[in-house]
C-alpha cells in the first residue's frame, strides 16, 4: 500500500470527527522517507539471503563441475575423470541398487505396522506410533554402531549367543554385507512411508468402503478395489522419498560400506574430498544424484497431484477399525520385531556399550561404569565442544530459518508483493539437493578465498538453514495460511501498522506452529552429518562427525557414551515438543 | 464535516473490471448499503474505501480530502475508520476486553479513560459480565457483539461492515440486523454496509446502493427501492416482480391485453418506443369473482398453479389470450382452486417503468 | 590413533603438573630461556596436529604450559587430511593460523616445502635424537616427534602365543581366513606407507593372496585394534604403540613385532614459514623433543625420541628392533598408483 503522497493533503488530520486520530495522521505532510516502499526493500533482502543460501551454492556446484582446477577454463575434464572408471560407475550402480533394497525392506517395515497403527484394534497402538517415531529421531549412524555391535560377524551379540547356543563355526548374521546396509537404511528411513502411509489410512472415510460393501464386494474385494488403490499414492510418495534419503544418506555406508566392500556414491565423493582435494570432480560426481533427485520429486509430485490423493487428503470421515480377533496378538508381535530390529536392539545394546568398560564382557557389575560419560563429558576436549557446537547450530539454524521462511510465507501469502513465489520457491528448492552434494555447493561457493569461510561455524551454520529451509518454510506457510489475513486488517483498520500486526496478533497467533516447526529443524539439525562432513574445519566439528572419527579410532565405548548424551537430548527434545504440541507433530508431513 | 464521497471509482483485476464507474456521496451520519450478489463488487468498493485495495481510476474522500486515488492511497492505519469483519477477525490470543481496548490503547488513551470506554460499550452489547473471556469461550452471536464494540469503540469516522451476519444462524441474524440499527441511532457513525441479503439491508439502512457487475444499478431508500425499482437488475433482486412489456403509442401505454395511460404510472416514463414495467405480485389482486373496475384494469383468466407458502398463497395467473402469466401472492384466507377461472386487478399507480 | 592409556596419561600430567615451573626453569638452556622469553612476549602457540589423539594432544599442551607459564598452547586435533586442507586455505588466503604442525604423513610436509611453507629451524635437542630417527627427519625442516611403527596384534584369548604370525607373509596362512583386519591407503596415510613396503617386499601378489583372506578393511590404521580386542577379528595390522597400549591397559592382547621388522611411518613435526608466534613454534618444537616430552610418550607406552629416555618395559628398544622405512618420495610417487590397485584387489 502506498502512503498518500499529495501535495495539498497536508490537512488530513481534519479527516476525522474523532478526538483521537491515530497519530500518523496528525503528522501533515507525509515525509519522503515513508515514499518508499519499506515492503520492496524487504523483498529485496530477502531475495538478497535466499541468493546467498540457495542460489549461489547450487550455481557454483554446477559451474564448478564443468571448471577446470588449475585454469578456471570450460572443461569436461571433471566428467571423464569422475565417471571415467568403471569403479565410479559401478559405485553409482550399486547406490541405486542399495536404494531400491531399502524402500522393498521400509515398505516391508512400515505398511503392515501403518495399518495396524490406523485401522484395526491391535493393542498398543500408541507404543508402535512412538517406536516408530523413536526409529526416526534416532541418527541413522548409532543405528548402525548398535547394529555392528550386536551383528559384527564375530564378536556381534547376536552371533555370540548363536555359536554358544549351537556350537555353530559360522557367523548367524553379518552387517557387514549389502543386506546389513539395507537393514541400517531402512530401521531409519521406513518411517517416512510409515507416517504417509498411516495419514492415507487415517483419511480414508469407512464410508468408501461401506459403500462398496453395500453394492456387493466382499471385504478382500473392496480392500483390493477400494482401499488400496487410496492408500497407493501416498505409499508411492513415501517410498520415492525413502528412496532419494536413503541413496544420499552418508553416516550408514561410512560405517557399513568399506567393511562390506559395498562402494557407494557418497564413499566415492569423500574420496574426492579426501587429499588432494579434488572439489572439482566431486561436483560434477555428484551432479547424476542431483539430477535423479529431481527427477524423481517431480514424479513423486505428480503421482501426489492425482486424483487418487485428492481422494484421501480430504477431511478423515468416520472410521470403523477392523477387528483383527485373534489375530491381535501376532499383528502386535510384528511391530514388536519391527520396532526391536529398528529400535530397541541397536539401541539397547549401544547404550549398554556407554556403561561398560569393555563392550563384548556384556552385564557385569565389574564391567559397569560411567567413566566412558565422565570422559566424553568433561575430558576429551573435542566432543565437549562438539556437543555445544551441535546443539547451538541446530538452535540457530532453526530460529535464523524459521524467521527467514516467516519472512517469506507471509509474504506470499499475504500476496504483498509480485514475484513473492520466487521466493516461496527458492525456500523450497532445497529440497531436492541431497545434504552431502550441498555440502559440496557450499564448499565451492563459500569455503575458498575470496570468502573464505572454510572452518568457521557460520558456514556450517548457513548449510544448515538452507537444508531445512523447506521444512521451515512449509511449517510457517502452515501456520500463515491458518490466520485469517482479516485478523491483520483488523489492527490495521484500527490504526496499527503491519508491523503492529504482526507483533500483536500474528506473531502470538503463530507461537506454537512455530514452536514445532523449530523443532521439526532443531532434531534433524542437532546430529546432522552429511553436510557438516565436508564442512566442518579442525576446530569446528559438530557432534556427529566426532561420533564418526571415533568409530574410525575404534573407541566404541567412548562413541555410545557420547552418542548416549546425544540420543538424550534428542528425546528430551521431542518430549518436550509432544508435550507441547501433541503426540504427532512430528508425523505431521507438509511435502 | 465527515461524509464519504466515491467519485468515478474503479478497480481492475488483471483484465476483470470488479468496480467501474462507482458514484457514491454519504452524508455524515448516514448508514449506507451496498447491496448485490456476489461478485458484484460490493466488497471491493468496501476495502478500497478501507484502504486495503488501491482503485485504479476515481477517487475516495472523506471529509472533502482525497484518501484514495489511482497515484496514491492513505493506508488504512491512518483513515480512522474501522470495519467489522464477515469472520468476526476476533483476536484469539486476546481477552473481550483486550480487543475492544486495542484500538484504544493505539490511540496512547489514558488507563482509566480505556478502561471506562471499554466498559460503556460491552454494556451497549450486553457483554459487560463477558470481558474476561476469551473469544474461544463465545457464541458467534457474542463474538460478533465484540466485534461491533471494537468497531465502535474508538468512534471511528466511518464504520464498514463486511457481510458481519452471514455466519450467524436465522434468528441471530435477525435480531443482530436491529441491533446494528439500534446502535447506529445511537452513535451516528457514517456507516458503509456490505450485504448480499436484501432484508439485512432493507432494515438497517438509510440507503441502499444495489450494485451489479462492478457498477452501481440505484440508490435510494429501501421503501423507494422496492416501490420504484429503476432497472431490471433491481426490480428482480429486490422481492420479486413479474415483468410486463408493452409499447408506447402516443400517451399510451399497449400491454398484450390491456392499455394504460402514461400519466397513470408510478413515475415519469422516459422517451422510448418499448418499455418494461415492474409489478410486484403484492401489488396485484386476484379475485374468484369479477370485481368492479372503478378505474383500475381488471384481466380475465385462470389459475395455472399455486402453491401455499404458509404466510402467504402464491398463484399463477394465466390471462385469457397471448398475455404473459404473472404471478400473484395472496392472503391464506383467499383461497381459489388450481385451474378455477379468477380475475387480476391491477393498479396502474403500481406500475414501475424500468430501464 | 588411539592410546588407550588416558588414566595413566592423566597420572603423569598431574605428576608434571606438581613437578613445578620453578623446577623447571633453573634447567633451561641459555638457547632455551632466549627463546622462551621471545615467546612470552609472543603469548602463545597454535599446534595443528594429527598425529596423536585428542587427549594426547591435550596433555602435551598441558605440560608445556606448565613448564613455560605465559605462553598458552593451543591444541588444534584432527584428521591428517583435514588438517592439510585446512593449512593449503589458510595458506591460499595468506591468513596462515597455525604455528606449529604434526602429522603422520611427511608427504604432506613436502607439499608445503615445495609450497614454500615451511620454516627453516634446526632444533637444539637434535644432538638427543636417537641417530635412526633424527636421520629419518630432515634435518632444518621438519623433524621426527614420535614413532608409531606398524607391527600387528592379536587377540590373545582366541591366538595362542606359538600360533601367532611371525612376520608379515604369515597372515596369508588361510587359516586366518576372515580373521584379519586392516586400513585402507585410499583414509590413511599410515596404511599407504605399509601398502607401499609390502608391495615392495613381497610383489603385489602378497595383497591379492591376503585378498582371498577376507580381511576386514576398514579406514583408519587404528580400526583393527577395537576389532581385535573385541575378538570380532584375530588379528590385525595396528600401530604397536596402539597394541601396546591395548596391552598396558588389560585388555586381551598380544602384540606382534614381525621378524622382518616393523614399519616407520615417520611422525614429523614442523614450524610455518608464516608462523603467527615464530618463538613460541621453536619452543614447542623443543619441546616436543625434550627430555620430559620424551618421559611422557614412555609413560603411556609410546616410543621416546631420545637416547637418553630408555623405551618403556616390556617393549623393545628401536635400536634394537629391525625396523624398515621406506623413501617418502617413494611412497608418494607410488601412492595414486596402489591406491587403485588397492581397490581394485579390495572391491572397495
Not at chain 1, 330 to 341: E, G, H, N, T
Request: charged share 15%.
Amino acid at each position: 500500500m502506498r502512503p498518500l503522497a499529495l501535495a495539498e493533503d497536508s490537512s488530513m488530520t481534519s479527516i476525522s470527527s474523532s478526538q483521537e486520530a491515530v497519530s500518523g495522521t496528525r503528522s501533515g505532510r507525509i515525509s519522503l522517507a515513508s515514499r518508499f516502499q519499506p515492503a520492496s526493500l524487504l523483498w529485496l533482502a530477502l531475495a538478497a539471503v535466499l541468493v546467498v543460501l540457495v542460489v549461489a551454492p547450487i550455481s557454483q556446484l554446477v559451474i564448478t563441475s564443468f571448471t577446470h582446477p588449475d585454469t578456471g577454463a570450460f572443461t569436461l575434464q571433471n566428467y571423464v575423470e569422475a565417471y571415467g572408471r568403471p569403479r565410479h560407475v559401478a559405485a553409482l550402480f550399486n547406490t541405486l541398487k542399495m536404494g531400491a533394497a531399502t524402500v522393498v525392506l521400509s515398505l516391508i517395515f512400515a505398511v503392515p505396522v501403518a495399518w495396524a497403527c490406523a485401522r484395526t484394534d491391535m493393542p498398543g497402538r500408541t507404543f508402535a506410533r512412538l517406536a516408530m517415531l523413536g526409529a526416526f529421531i534416532t541418527p541413522p549412524y548409532l543405528g548402525a554402531v548398535g547394529w555392528i555391535l550386536l551383528a559384527g560377524p564375530n564378536a556381534g551379540w547376536i552371533n555370540r549367543i548363536w555359536i554358544e547356543l549351537t556350537g555353530a563355526t559360522e557367523p548367524l548374521v553379518n552387517i557387514f554385507t549389502f543386506w546389513g546396509l539395507v537393514l541400517v537404511m531402512a530401521s531409519n528411513t521406513f518411517f517416512l512411508i510409515f507416517v504417509f502411509t498411516t495419514t492415507a489410512f487415517e483419511m480414508i472415510n469407512s464410508e468408501m468402503e461401506d459403500a462398496a460393501n453395500i453394492l456387493g464386494a466382499g471385504t478382500w474385494k473392496t480392500a483390493a478395489k477400494i482401499t488400496f488403490p487410496l492408500i497407493m499414492p501416498a505409499i508411492l510418495g513415501g517410498a520415492l522419498l525413502t528412496f532419494l534419503i536413503s541413496i544420499a544418506l552418508f553416516g550408514v555406508p561410512a560405517l557399513l560400506s568399506i567393511p562390506a566392500r559395498y562402494p557407494v556414491v557418497v564413499m566415492q565423493l569423500s574420496e574426492f574430498f579426501g587429499f588432494p582435494l579434488r572439489v572439482e570432480v566431486a561436483a560434477a560426481y555428484s551432479i547424476p544424484l542431483l539430477l535423479i533427485t529431481v527427477a524423481l520429486l517431480g514424479l513423486q509430485r505428480l503421482i501426489l497431484s492425482r486424483r487418487g490423493y485428492t481422494a484421501v487428503s480430504g477431511k478423515g470421515g468416520e472410521r470403523r477399525m477392523v477387528k483383527l480377533g485373534k489375530w491381535r496378538w501376532p499383528m502386535f508381535a510384528y511391530v514388536l520385531l519391527v520396532a526391536a530390529i529398528t529400535l530397541f536392539l541397536p539401541f539397547f545394546v549401544l547404550i549398554m556399550a556407554a556403561f561398560s568398560k569393555v563392550w563384548t564382557s556384556g552385564f557385569a557389575l565389574s564391567n559397569l561404569t560411567l567413566r566412558n560419560f565422565g570422559y566424553v563429558l568433561f575430558e576429551h576436549s573435542t566432543s565437549q565442544k562438539a556437543l555445544i557446537a551441535s546443539i547451538s547450530l541446530g538452535a540457530a539454524s532453526a530460529t535464523i530459518g524459521i524467521l527467514l521462511a516467516l519472512g517469506v510465507a507471509y509474504i506470499v501469502q499475504r500476496k504483498l508483493l509480485p514475484g513473492a513465489g520466487v521466493l516461496a520457491f527458492l525456500c523450497l528448492a532445497p529440497f531436492v539437493i541431497p545434504g552431502i552434494v550441498l555440502a559440496i555447493g557450499f564448499y565451492a561457493a563459500y569455503a575458498l578465498p575470496p570468502v573464505a569461510l572454510y572452518g568457521t561455524y557460520t558456514l556450517l551454520a548457513l548449510a544448515f538453514i538452507t537444508r531445512f529451509l523447506p521444512i521451515a518454510f512449509s511449517a510457517s506457510a502452515s501456520g500463515i495460511r491458518s490466520i485469517h489475513p482479516e485478523m491483520e486488517e483488523a489492527v490495521r483498520i484500527l490504526g496499527g501498522g503491519r508491523l503492529t500486526a504482526v507483533r500483536r496478533v500474528v506473531a502470538p497467533l503463530l507461537q506454537r506452529t512455530l514452536a514445532g516447526g523449530w523443532l521439526l529443524i532443531f532434531v534433524p539439525a542437532a546430529q546432522e552429518l552429511s553436510t557438516a562432513i565436508f564442512l566442518v574445519g579442525p576446530t569446528t566439528r559438530v557432534v556427529s562427525v566426532v561420533l564418526l572419527d571415533m568409530s574410525e579410532e575404534g573407541r566404541l565405548e567412548l562413541l555410545a557414551a557420547l552418542g548416549t548424551v546425544l540420543l538424550v537430548i534428542i528425546v528430551a527434545v521431542v518430549a518436550l515438543g509432544i508435550r507441547i504440541m501433541g503426540r504427532d507433530f512430528m508425523l505431521r508431513r507438509e511435502l | 464535516m465527515t461524509g464519504l464521497a466515491l467519485r468515478g471509482l474503479g478497480r481492475r483485476f488483471g483484465t476483470v473490471e470488479a468496480v467501474k464507474d462507482v458514484d457514491l456521496e454519504l452524508k455524515e451520519g448516514e448508514f449506507v448499503s451496498l447491496l448485490g450478489p456476489s461478485g458484484c463488487g460490493k466488497t471491493t468498493t468496501l476495502r478500497m474505501i478501507a484502504g486495503f485495495i488501491e482503485p485504479n481510476a476515481g477517487t475516495i474522500e472523506l471529509g472533502g480530502k482525497v484518501i484514495s486515488s489511482p497515484s496514491a492511497s492513505l493506508p488504512p492505519e491512518k483513515r480512522g475508520m474501522s470495519m467489522i469483519f464477515q469472520s468476526y477477525a476476533i483476536w484469539p490470543n486476546m481477552t473481550v476486553f483486550e480487543n475492544v481496548a486495542f484500538g484504544l490503547k493505539l490511540r496512547r488513551l489514558g488507563r482509566e479513560e480505556i478502561r471506562r470506554r471499554v466498559g460503556e460499550i460491552l454494556d451497549i452489547v450486553q457483554l459487560g459480565d463477558l470481558a474476561d473471556r476469551y473469544p474461544a469461550e463465545l457464541s458467534g452471536g457474542q463474538q460478533q457483539r465484540v466485534a461491533l464494540a471494537r468497531a465502535v469503540v474508538i468512534r471511528p469516522a466511518v464504520l464498514l461492515l463486511d457481510e458481519p451476519l452471514s455466519n450467524l444462524d436465522a434468528n441471530l441474524r435477525e435480531e443482530m440486523r436491529f441491533e446494528i440499527r439500534r446502535m447506529h441511532d445511537e452513535l451516528k457513525i457514517t456507516t458503509v454496509y456490505v450485504t448480499h441479503d436484501q432484508s439485512e439491508a432493507m432494515v438497517t439502512s438509510d440507503r441502499i446502493a444495489v450494485m451489479n457487475k462492478g457498477r452501481i444499478e440505484q440508490v435510494d431508500p429501501p421503501v423507494e427501492l422496492y416501490m420504484r425499482p429503476r432497472t431490471r437488475f433491481v426490480a428482480s433482486f429486490i422481492g420479486r416482480t413479474n415483468f410486463l412489456e408493452a409499447k408506447r403509442e402516443r400517451d399510451v401505454l399497449v400491454f398484450d391485453g390491456f392499455s394504460v395511460p402514461v400519466s397513470a404510472l408510478a413515475i415519469p416514463l422516459a422517451d422510448g418506443n418499448a418499455v418494461t414495467v415492474s409489478v410486484r405480485p403484492h401489488a396485484l389482486d386476484l379475485s374468484a369473482q369479477q370485481p368492479a373496475a372503478n378505474g383500475r384494469i381488471v384481466l380475465e383468466g385462470k389459475i395455472a398453479r399455486r402453491a401455499f407458502l404458509g404466510d402467504t398463497w402464491n398463484y399463477l395467473f394465466a390471462p385469457a389470450g397471448n398475455g404473459a402469466a404473472l404471478i400473484v401472492s395472496a392472503a391464506p384466507h383467499k383461497v381459489i382452486e388450481d385451474g378455477a377461472p379468477a380475475w387480476l386487478t391491477i393498479d396502474p399507480g403500481q406500475l414501475v417503468p424500468i430501464a | 590413533m588411539t592410546s588407550g592409556t588416558f588414566s595413566r596419561s592423566a597420572v603423569a600430567a598431574v605428576a608434571v603438573l606438581f613437578a613445578g615451573a620453578a623446577a623447571q626453569a633453573q634447567q633451561m638452556t641459555a638457547h632455551e630461556s632466549k627463546l622462551y622469553e621471545a615467546a612470552k612476549k609472543e603469548g602463545s602457540i597454535v599446534w595443528y596436529v594429527s598425529q596423536t589423539t585428542t587427549e594426547f594432544a591435550d596433555l602435551a599442551c598441558k605440560q608445556f604450559n606448565a613448564k613455560y607459564p605465559g605462553v598458552t598452547c593451543n591444541a588444534v586435533r584432527a584428521s591428517g587430511q583435514v588438517v592439510m586442507q585446512r593449512l593449503m586455505q589458510e595458506v591460499k588466503a595468506n591468513a596462515v593460523q597455525a604455528d606449529v604442525m604434526s602429522s603422520n604423513d611427511d608427504g604432506q610436509m613436502v607439499t608445503l616445502d615445495q609450497a614454500k611453507q615451511l620454516a627453516d629451524y634446526t632444533p637444539e635437542n637434535h644432538k638427543h635424537m636417537i641417530p635412526s630417527l633424527l636421520k629419518a627427519g630432515n634435518g632444518s625442516k621438519w623433524s621426527i616427534t614420535s614413532v608409531a611403527p606398524l607391527g600387528m596384534m592379536a587377540n590373545a584369548k582366541l591366538v595362542k602365543a606359538e600360533e601367532a604370525p611371525k612376520d608379515w607373509k604369515d597372515i596369508l596362512d588361510p587359516k586366518w581366513k576372515g580373521q584379519v583386519a586392516i586400513g585402507h591407503p585410499g583414509f590413511s596415510g599410515s596404511v599407504g606407507v605399509w601398502v607401499v613396503t609390502m608391495k615392495k617386499m613381497y610383489g603385489w601378489d602378497y595383497f591379492e593372496q591376503l585378498a582371498k583372506n577376507q580381511p576386514q578393511v576398514g579406514r583408519s590404521i587404528a580400526d583393527g585394534v577395537s576389532l581385535v580386542e573385541s575378538g570380532e577379528r584375530k588379528i590385525a595390522v595396528v600401530p604397536m604403540s596402539l597394541a601396546e597400549g591395548s596391552k598396558a591397559q588389560g585388555k586381551p592382547t598380544l602384540p606382534l613385532y614381525p621378524a622382518s621388522g616393523l614399519i616407520l611411518p615417520p611422525g614429523v613435526t614442523a614450524i610455518m614459514e608464516k608462523a603467527p608466534h615464530p618463538n613460541a613454534a621453536r619452543l614447542f618444537m623443543e619441546f616436543l623433543l625434550s627430555k620430559e616430552y620424551s618421559e611422557t610418550l614412555r609413560d603411556t607406552a609410546r616410543w621416546p625420541m631420545r637416547t637418553d629416555v630408555p623405551a618403556p618395559q616390556g617393549m623393545p628398544g628401536l635400536d634394537s628392533t629391525p625396523l624398515i622405512s621406506t623413501p617418502t618420495e617413494e611412497v608418494l610417487k607410488q601412492l595414486k598408483e596402489i591406491q587403485q590397485q588397492f581397490r581394485d584387489t579390495f572391491g572397495v
